[in-house]
């Protein structure tokens, strides 16, 4: 090998790192001639950094300086460059400089430019000397773009690139990072290009762009993994995805992978940290999250990071704060934050200026009244630009100095425009997931406009703000999430693999591996759901005008449950009137709730219970005195988040009503609305059962017209093309409620589980649907007041009612009870007189009128 071929190896090393070294290893250090060795020396060094063994590097690289001084300036002058970028890498960030700005003082020409591209990474990166880098990278750029050295230009670009994203102008690295993605694909540097799709990423982050983002990010990781790369840079830019659409538990996987993958260098690891703190945060593990922020603080101080440090200093706090450290003693901190971040120009500078207020704001001094004034004055600057997210803390901001001057009115308005502010950024989000947990960055909005509303008195107005944020994700543009291939086949593998762990179990055999295919390719679904795209536009916007005539047409009293700073107050929609009714502990309601559906479980397995005294309790906690002087027949619940779960046909007052719950006024209407598109009924059975699906047969034989799906005819696919536009499906299955991922719930099948994923594809929701499963009602609570479940994945794509189990039911039971509930059905009944019916001919029987209370109607 001569030199010029050392050249070349050094020069496209990154294509193939691995092979590069083994070339150089094997063929250059012990090569006669002085500048190939310090060449190999060079590559070894090289790749040895980027793989975390940074002490050996060093060795290597100043090995390949020491033989570099023998041969000639320019040899010196590179190796020096690859030394001080390498030092810097290594937390050494001013020996670093030092060594680049003797090898540009040595060079011009070509030499020059690759110095400055990597005298410009230290600058911008680890200095965070941003304009000084980029100036670096311009005189680069005029050097090296007349020149045919596209390995140097698309370093050049990309860097380029990551700069004026930092200083502000994403039009400019936009068309930077297209132009290094460009060259790095002719090149076929395939590193080189999923860095590139990284930075894409991280550019559509930035925009407010989530599903985009999540595409790129796996995009490059698979790219990553195929090169055997890790990337902690891109671990994490995916970890604060993750946590900012509210998947922390994501996010810290994601990052205790990566910390424990390799060696890391002392830049990696403080990023790393910096996002172990932000994640557990996001998950509630405070300790944690403070012992991380802690290290990444006193490592960001010793490389001079100090944006870096602003974020992991905000953690730091923000910790604090949260663990009950007093307000006064963390003030001081407070201060430096905002300060720092103001000089630095940080983007967490909004985020560092609420939390200063929120600190501020319990400590009562003139210092810190001067702060709280000042501090929500400039992070109220922020309304007006931004992705959604950023203005909608803006808002908040300037909702809290209307608060400060007593002007309710003008706090409502702040409040709205921030709300509509975060509808915008979540219209963009297809999963429905997503939507449901990015509604937590306006429960502060919605917490503020509702408490301001109640303050007032006014019932129409805290009607309005009760229904602002609830639900929301429910009613947004409905999306049919047809499956691609990819996504098809892995649900498909999902069943098999569910098969198979059923089968394992029943045989005793070891389950362990399947478990962890199943949970790989659920993860695999998911990341591509995270993909999609919102249909644009916001929600269905609510007028209470509307509400109060549907209630006159139906003669139905609408009844809506909101929480306030613990108590629950019901708003009843009656007459054209609406009355405000303050009921009470909302801790109460809940502690009720928990001991009727014990009452019931205890009731349907023939044991004494106290169903008497469960259903007095409920009513006096959930509804106080609401219905007093009500007559309707006909009452319909919109409940809290937290309160889905309740068994309103216990509930003395209601026993002898048609009772219906929704999630929201806003999809009660569209409901109602909704009408059939076909006069088909459809009766499903899956497997196992211990009633072997007895309601149906029974249903069956009085409804000759119904169509019966079984034995191994009941698969997934088959189901699907069934249910797609019933007018009336009853499912006799399974049922699996997973709480932690609720839209893989699913209903047991011949060949597997259909999943709420599974659901998604039908082109048209079945009318109504009867759940007679254990449990199938089951809804999680998730973001603010949002819902996620099986029943709520119908009602957002369309289903007009749900009938389903809140806790355990008799199967022998049920079969009466479903045989009534058809009954009235076939009659032409809703959904609220059908079920009404069905507890009226189970009353003479305790385990009967159980199982009939522990059913509930949702929708119409």
Request: hydrophobic content about 50%.
């Amino acid at each position: 090998m001569d030199r010029a071929e050392a050249e070349e190896l050094l020069r496209t090393l990154f294509a193939d790192p691995v092979a590069a070294r083994e070339t150089a290893e094997a063929r250059m250090l012990d090569h006669p001639d002085p500048a190939v060795r310090s060449i190999g020396h060079q590559v070894v060094g090289i790749v040895l950094r980027d793989v975390g063994e940074t002490q050996a590097a060093l060795a290597h690289l100043r090995r390949a300086l020491r033989l570099a001084r023998g041969v000639d300036a320019e040899r010196e002058a590179d190796v020096r460059a690859t030394l001080g970028g390498s030092l810097a890498m290594a937390g050494r960030t001013r020996d670093g400089l030092e060594q680049l700005d003797l090898a540009a003082s040595a060079m011009d020409g070509l030499p020059l430019a690759r110095v400055l591209v990597r005298r410009a990474r230290v600058l911008a990166f680890n200095l965070e000397r941003l304009e000084a880098g980029a100036a670096d990278l311009e005189r680069a750029l005029e050097i090296l773009e007349p020149s045919d050295d596209l390995v140097w230009t698309g370093r050049a670009l990309h860097l380029h690139s990551w700069a004026s994203t930092m200083i502000g102008d994403l039009a400019a690295a936009r068309t930077s990072l297209a132009r290094s993605l460009a060259v790095h694909e002719e090149l076929g540097m395939e590193g080189a290009v999923a860095a590139g799709i990284h930075n894409q990423g991280w550019l559509a982050f930035l925009g407010g762009d989530l599903p985009l983002a999540f595409e790129r990010y796996q995009e490059a990781a698979t790219r990553y993994e195929r090169l055997g790369i890790t990337s902690t840079d891109l671990v994490y830019d995916r970890c604060v995805a993750f946590m900012a659409a509210g998947l922390a538990s994501d996010a810290l996987e994601v990052v205790e992978l990566a910390l424990g993958a390799r060696r890391l260098l002392p830049v990696e690891r403080a990023d790393l940290q910096l996002a172990l703190a932000g994640a557990a945060l996001a998950a509630g593990d405070v300790p944690r999250a403070q012992a991380a922020a802690d290290e990444a603080c006193r490592m960001f101080r010793a490389q001079a990071r100090h944006r870096h440090w602003v974020r992991a200093e905000l953690f730091a706090l923000w910790a604090r704060a949260e663990d009950g450290v007093r307000p006064a003693r963390l003030l001081g901190r407070a201060e430096r934050l905002v300060a720092t971040a103001r000089e630095a120009g940080a983007p967490e500078l909004p985020a560092a200026l609420m939390l200063g207020v929120r600190i501020a704001r319990a400590v009562r001094s003139e210092r810190a009244e001067r702060h709280v004034a000042s501090w929500l004055g400039e992070a109220a600057s922020f309304r007006a630009s931004g992705p959604g997210t950023s203005r909608a803390t803006g808002w908040l901001a300037r909702a809290w100095q209307h608060e400060r001057a007593g002007n309710a009115a003008a706090v409502l308005r702040a409040c709205e425009r921030g709300l509509t502010a975060l509808d915008e950024h979540r219209a963009a989000l297809g999963s429905q997931e997503l939507r449901a947990l990015s509604s937590r960055d306006g429960a502060e909005l919605a917490g503020l406009g509702l408490r301001t509303a109640l303050a007032t008195r006014e019932p129409r107005r805290v009607l309005r703000w009760a229904e602002r944020w609830r639900a929301t994700a429910l009613t947004a543009p409905a999306l049919q999430q047809a499956h691609d291939t990819g996504t098809a086949a892995d649900l498909a593998a999902l069943r098999a693999q569910h098969q198979r762990l059923a089968q394992a179990q029943a045989d005793g055999a070891p389950t362990d591996r399947i478990r962890a295919r199943a949970a790989r390719l659920e993860r695999s679904v998911r990341q591509r759901l995270l993909h999609l795209r919102g249909a644009g536009g916001g929600v269905d916007a609510f007028a209470v005008e509307r509400l109060v005539e549907a209630q006159r047409e139906d003669g139905a009293t609408f009844v809506e449950l909101t929480e306030v700073d613990g108590v629950l107050h019901a708003l009843v929609v009656r007459h054209g009137r609406v009355r405000l009714v303050t009921v009470g502990d909302a801790s109460a309601a809940a502690r009720a709730v928990d001991f009727a559906l014990f009452s019931l479980r205890q009731a349907a397995r023939g044991r004494r219970a106290q169903l008497g005294v469960a259903g007095a309790r409920l009513e006096q906690a959930l509804l106080g005195t609401s219905l007093r002087h009500v007559d309707d027949q006909r009452v319909v619940v919109s409940a809290t988040a937290s309160l889905q779960g309740v068994p309103w046909g216990l509930l003395p007052s209601l026993v002898d009503r048609h009772v219906t719950t929704t999630p929201s006024a806003r999809l009660w209407l569209r409901a109602r609305a909704a009408q059939p598109t076909s006069e088909r009924r459809v009766l499903l059975v899956g497997p196992g059962l211990g009633s072997g699906g007895a309601e149906v047969h029974a249903v069956a034989a009085e409804d000759r017209g119904a169509e019966v799906l079984e034995g191994s005819a009941a698969t997934v696919p088959t189901a699907l093309a069934t249910l797609d536009g019933a007018a009336l499906a009853h499912v006799a299955a399974h049922g699996s409620f997973r709480e932690d991922s609720p839209l893989f719930s699913s209903l047991t099948l011949a060949d597997g589980p259909l999943l709420v994923h599974d659901l998604q594809q039908l082109r048209h929701p079945p009318h109504r649907v009867v759940l007679s499963a254990c449990e199938s009602g089951v809804l999680a609570p998730v973001g603010d007041q949002e819902l996620l479940g099986l029943s709520a994945a119908l009602l957002s794509m369309g289903t007009a009612g749900v009938v389903s189990a809140l806790a355990e039911v008799d199967d022998s039971a049920t079969v009466e009870v479903m045989v009534a509930l058809h009954a009235a059905l076939r009659r032409g009944a809703g959904l609220g007189e059908a079920l009404h019916a069905a507890r009226a001919a189970a009353a003479s029987d305790p385990v009967l009128a159980a199982t009939a209370a522990s059913f509930t109607a949702m929708g119409t």
